[in-house]
């Protein structure tokens, strides 16, 4: 046991799913693996863990920001051994050819500040996916006919953002969306050995302010969820 989550030795496996939203993490370990087992309630962070094509995964909530993910992330690496660690979650589309219900494989992720900011000091560090899990997200992608996008992503560390310059600038340099936690994840992960990626589905769009529907919503997650087992276990 950590000071966040509650899992005994050998609960939770070395590959682990990282939605933010605990509630999402539920639906995904019911819809998608087998022999499911409640790990974690600890503060209302709900973790899973089954198993799917026979591999065991654990899927497991992160919370909503860096900070949150990062307490996650070091803990689940360090205390539980886990070696991969995929986020899954949504995201706001910043390009005019990226789709609301598409999914976003992030190569790299931007920011203005993470937790691990302080350890770098002067140093802008470049947090960036495992390449062998971002391989494999995108053969997974094709074969199943999934609009995908590859590349640079921006993790923002504020929700209820004032900055449309910021946004605007970061649309000129290519950045396909906006999110809260992948590079923090990235971070953590080169940090002590870790394989990390995410894979992300477009929710909103900041451009033309379109948003999916809420009965859509389970379908395009399902998607994203399917590129994250698959890329894992390739």
Same mark, same amino acid.
């Given at each position: 046991m950590t000071f966040h989550i509650g899992a005994k030795p050998g609960e939770i496996a070395e590959t682990v799913l990282l939605p933010?939203?605990?509630?999402?993490?539920?639906?995904?370990?019911?819809k998608f693996l087998k022999d499911v087992v409640c790990i974690n309630q600890v503060r209302g962070m709900l973790g899973f863990t089954g198993t799917w094509n026979g591999n065991r995964v654990t899927i497991h909530g992160s919370g909503m920001g860096m900070p949150s993910l990062s307490i996650y992330a070091n803990e689940l690496i360090r205390d539980y051994g886990a070696k991969t660690l995929i986020r899954i979650g949504s995201a706001g589309a910043m390009q005019h050819h990226v789709k609301v219900r598409d999914v976003v494989i992030a190569m790299t992720a931007s920011t203005l500040s993470t937790p691990s900011r302080g350890f770098f000091k002067e140093m802008q560090y470049a947090p960036c996916a495992d390449y062998g899990l971002? !391989? +494999?997200a995108v053969r997974t992608a094709r074969s199943h006919s999934t609009p995908i996008h590859v590349g640079g992503i921006?993790?923002?560390d504020v929700f209820y953002d004032e900055r449309p310059d910021l946004?605007?600038?970061?649309?000129?340099h290519g950045v396909l969306c906006v999110e809260m !936690? +992948?590079?923090e994840l990235y971070t953590v992960a080169a940090r002590h050995g870790a394989r990390a990626l995410a894979v992300l589905t477009i929710s909103d769009h900041l451009l033309t302010h379109e948003a999916l529907p809420a009965e859509d919503r389970e379908q395009s997650f399902g998607d994203m969820v399917e590129i +994250?087992?698959?890329a894992a276990f390739a």
């Amino acid at each position: 046991m950590t000071f966040h989550i509650g899992a005994k030795p050998g609960e939770i496996a070395e590959t682990v799913l990282l939605p933010g939203d605990p509630y999402r993490a539920r639906w995904a370990a019911e819809k998608f693996l087998k022999d499911v087992v409640c790990i974690n309630q600890v503060r209302g962070m709900l973790g899973f863990t089954g198993t799917w094509n026979g591999n065991r995964v654990t899927i497991h909530g992160s919370g909503m920001g860096m900070p949150s993910l990062s307490i996650y992330a070091n803990e689940l690496i360090r205390d539980y051994g886990a070696k991969t660690l995929i986020r899954i979650g949504s995201a706001g589309a910043m390009q005019h050819h990226v789709k609301v219900r598409d999914v976003v494989i992030a190569m790299t992720a931007s920011t203005l500040s993470t937790p691990s900011r302080g350890f770098f000091k002067e140093m802008q560090y470049a947090p960036c996916a495992d390449y062998g899990l971002l !391989e +494999a997200a995108v053969r997974t992608a094709r074969s199943h006919s999934t609009p995908i996008h590859v590349g640079g992503i921006y993790s923002s560390d504020v929700f209820y953002d004032e900055r449309p310059d910021l946004t605007e600038m970061l649309a000129r340099h290519g950045v396909l969306c906006v999110e809260m !936690e +992948a590079a923090e994840l990235y971070t953590v992960a080169a940090r002590h050995g870790a394989r990390a990626l995410a894979v992300l589905t477009i929710s909103d769009h900041l451009l033309t302010h379109e948003a999916l529907p809420a009965e859509d919503r389970e379908q395009s997650f399902g998607d994203m969820v399917e590129i +994250a087992l698959g890329a894992a276990f390739a």
